[in-house]
């Protein structure tokens, strides 16, 4: 119940924090007979890894997973697999001048409110390294959805105000790893990278919107009441760091539409029920009907800054704040493999659940 | 784990369908010694409850909740809460006509496909009449969290295009309750009020947006990494029928901040530390830290309407769904109770979950 | 987590107290299509209730059980199952005179010690009268094992020093319901029937042993590690009340044997994997073996007695309590359904979590 | 759900095979603010380590714990503490041989049966190696409970017909660790290592039981209905390798008892209520009287035996298995710290929950 666990069946439990010895995770009821590519596994971190661009943080990690259980001969044995990655570059020193203040917008503050205590060197278990766990395990989770045929795919689709157009039927998903950004749409992409460089000049940092999509997905996927299929999506998506905002479907734009408008109507396309729109975003009353499933996350600018910023310690004085540490000036180009790899652990658990709901 | 519990600690089991003969709930871990207000929790009712005005459903229910047991003598025991609403005005034969036929937009297919088997009157399981209970569950949730000094309000702030600009601290919530349509703003009730007459006189149905604020709440309430305050609030959102889109603080505008301008810096306010803004939405780091927690959800225009549409049935055949039960032409002024209801629960559940943080 | 849920994926949320309003159960996670025979419930619920014979409780309830949702033209559709039997025969005044006095070996002292409060009447929620809705969801359990050939069947094997020699394959289980007692033997229940009526003459109580079988049951049910399958039905029984013991297999005797004498030898009879002997009782590692699933349940003597008892009440106070409620000279002839229903679910709950074993 | 978490609020979810690179475990929920002597977490470990005496398994493994997260400055920080124990001595030749045999009376066959694969050297996750886990985190319990006074002990009370006669309070408890056997009694601590070495040397195994006994327990603890403290101490006994059978309190015994000769009148001692006797077992209603908790396990003779036995392989053919591995000619020497560890386990576990009992 401390949080550190997410999913009924197929489920991870993470731990570590930014300068501990390792982060890792268990994953646990990932089914037997999966074969396991682990170079995969480390590709997926890679995309995660600081250091990858000139547009991130340029804090060194190699992010080598070691894998310590639940796989031999190459595939899962429906044991718990365990991962973890050791921290390799963990300056400490880094952090001293911080150890008793509160960062603005950090969770320096709550957490000392919580715990009474904290692991301060580089945010602990709040930051955002937490999230190379997730990754390891939603890589485990995109190949079991292989299986099924089911792809996840996000992409940067806003920068600030530099926002895309349209919808992820309107741009090429293949380019997507094509430039630092993650935008698949290579204008668009230049340009956000061009102002994430001059924010990043200024000391400042921006927010960002990743897209998403998920293919191939069956219906039937999701559960009523309480366990919604996109429920779960949405708070895969606000768990991660910095997010602040979950659309899908039609979204927050749906609102302004009538029913008559909005409705998608079903048609039986060569023996296969389809819908000529996809307002629904893939899922009706929760469940999933077979259409793309799409959604957005919001995720607002870094809270390190360089400038100096007025807060206060523990003992309740006013100090200043300067921000040394290294850090991401925009964090949605690192955001992408997370958004999938967390959208990947949720319908990987709903495909499980999934095999009850029939005698 | 088929999705029909909700919260860890303080949760919630539902069951029942539109027409069947009772929905209720579990209320299981509500703690001992809450004197219950059995009069409080039959008002939520009635906030929830279809014909209390023109412009929602016109079905009548009295929605009259028996208490079957965990309170004795007016107070909680600690033993779990049974409690049932008896299903009065159930016109099944309004729905033989669509037994067979899937309700554009409606969980018609994805039941189907889900199960292979669902009861078709009224939506069943995935009408939205099974959101009394939580209305139920939540009017004692709120009443824990008033022996906390914690209030949760919601309120209208958009129906189809009429969107109320500025933050609930512009409004006053004192006046949510004066007008049909629940929006605090006297004139632009009014205007929403016509403008959802005018669609419903179109058969037509249309979409809001439901504001909310959590006040009193106390630092330290949330989780780290999944069980984030803030994921676990938008998933409680995202569970109510149409909703499409939760966001909190800043939500998807701070995407276009600079972190210079959206960082709430930390001051020293008479002994308390307080934030000068609040773009955090009062969440950091997943972690409440004692400012006003504040979110938005995003709900879809109702899908029954009454013009004919194109759809499929369960043979695959091209059929015409009209509508014909009785229905709400914009469900938020009834959503503001239920969005309440989950908030508190949502809440009350990290109370219960912060009382192990510590030695 | 407030501990009245049983279960995983085939899950009941019980709720009520001996004289409250009602008692009852949600059934979450029942998959769809399943035929529910509601007589058979009811059946069921005859097993357990009181007044059934001379040797039982004399408190009348008819134990009418009401569905309040889940089932549609006598299916089950998938949606949770509510349940509840309302409580006719309570007789609050029996049991003003305890109100503030702990019972000796019952749960008034720790239920006061916990919550700082109880419902006093007959026991509240401590009362066995919360294993009606267990032996409810159990019937559904049992419908549900049916259609797997899996069957589930206890009785009676020993009651105070009468102890029936021998072990399940030496009796004839069809037999069971013949006599009040439910032991198989008919010269062993005679005996335990006039030990029984003898120790109520004296206003006195005496435990007993129930022994079950499960049958039919294939190999590969059961989790390593915590979740194994002896472990969640060993669970199971001892939460049923007055279990104090529990052995599966060779049991407590096994402790006295030799490896090489207790090991069951692998053969192949006719194309299946069968052992020769079966000191594992149908169990290897957590997980079934396809072979017969037995264990023991053993029950502590009734704490109600007539003969008055030294004792404290709520103000630490010596006082004299005096047995006036009506209560079971013996537990075990009704446990039988109690037992036989906690297996099922327990079994019905892992067929469906073995359904996420292989990719 | 699939089975390596235990505990609700204190959790550990462990991972590992006997002969992967690594075990280990995370434990989630122990509070923050705990000082962690590491040096008593590896003590707990040499006394469940193989090779510690003449009477266990040879396999030489140091069983040096890492702690990888979750702690700084010497105490838990509320984030989850991360776990591995590299397995050193993985001689995997020595089970090539029996790479596709089912070991009678081993997990080989049943693990089969439900992946449809297996790691077959050693045991892999059905070897007693898991154990190590739980005694890791255990051992977090145990330091727990210390703060409040909680003292949790295990000894040795029979291997195989070597029974100690008496209880918990006839024997010194501070001598169980003077001998290779743990049992407290040294007479009889000599009779059972001679007794061991004998069935040693016949190649061959036997049972045996550990007793323990939970000290310092407060009043309250426990849930009604499914998760009463002794069903959940049951299961966690029942969970470990080889146990096959749980009684607490009287057991089985004091089932040939009368209520008036079972039931424990309470009394004021000083200002404290206490019992006179104690055939409850500290338990009543499934929650603590604030008496002594014991209760007694069972184990079977360790399966893995020298001389050839029958049995079959994947194909369904004939095969002899012959023992080789190192092994354990009994195996409740090295269960006694599993047990505390899982006692331990399940107190700290309700403490938390316990917290929220009342409003």
């Not at 990655?85 to 963990?90: E, G, P, T, Y």
């Not at 956000?192 to 997905?217: L, P």
């Amino acid at each position: 119940m401390a949080g550190n666990t997410f999913g009924q069946l197929f489920r991870i439990t993470t731990f570590g924090e930014s300068h501990g010895r390792a982060i890792g995770l268990v994953v646990d009821g990932c089914p037997a007979g999966l074969p396991v590519d682990e170079a995969f596994v480390q590709a997926e971190l890679a995309r995660r890894r600081p250091g990858q661009s000139k547009i991130v943080t340029q804090r060194k990690e190699a992010d080598q997973v070691e894998f310590f259980s639940g796989i031999f001969e190459g595939q899962t044995t429906g044991s718990p697999i365990g991962m973890a990655i050791f921290n390799a570059d963990a300056r400490s020193k880094d952090y001293s001048h911080i150890a008793d203040k509160f960062r603005p917008s950090h969770a320096d503050y709550t957490y000392h409110a919580k715990w009474g205590t904290r692991d301060y060197r580089g945010g602990g278990r709040s930051s955002a390294r937490e999230t190379a766990a997730r990754v390891a395990g939603g890589a485990l989770a995109k190949l079991f959805l292989k299986s099924y045929g089911i792809e996840v795919r996000a992409y940067v689709s806003q920068v600030g105000h530099l926002s895309l157009p349209g919808s992820y039927q309107d741009v090429d998903l293949s380019k997507t790893e094509d430039n630092p950004v993650r935008c698949p749409d290579m204008g668009m992409a230049a340009k956000m990278e061009r102002f994430i460089k001059e924010v990043r000049k200024a000391g400042d940092t921006v927010g960002g919107v990743v897209s998403a999509v998920i293919t191939g997905c069956p219906a039937g996927l999701g559960e009523p009441a309480f366990d919604k299929l996109h429920a779960d999506l949405g708070k895969a998506m606000l768990s991660i760091n910095a997010c602040k905002g979950f659309e899908y479907g039609s979204g927050f734009e749906g609102v302004s539409m009538r029913g008559s408008e909005h409705n998608d109507a079903f048609q039986n396309q060569d023996g296969q029920i389809v819908t000529t729109t996809n307002h629904s975003g893939g899922i009706q009353g929760g469940i999933s009907n077979g259409m793309d499933i799409y959604f957005r996350a919001a995720f607002k600018p870094v809270a390190t800054i360089v400038p100096p910023q007025a807060s206060v310690n523990e003992a309740g004085e006013a100090v200043t704040v300067e921000g040394k540490g290294r850090h991401d000036p925009c964090v949605v180009p690192r955001a992408v493999p997370i958004v999938e790899a967390m959208a990947a652990l949720t319908v990987a658990d709903h495909i499980l659940r999934q095999r009850s709901a029939r005698v």
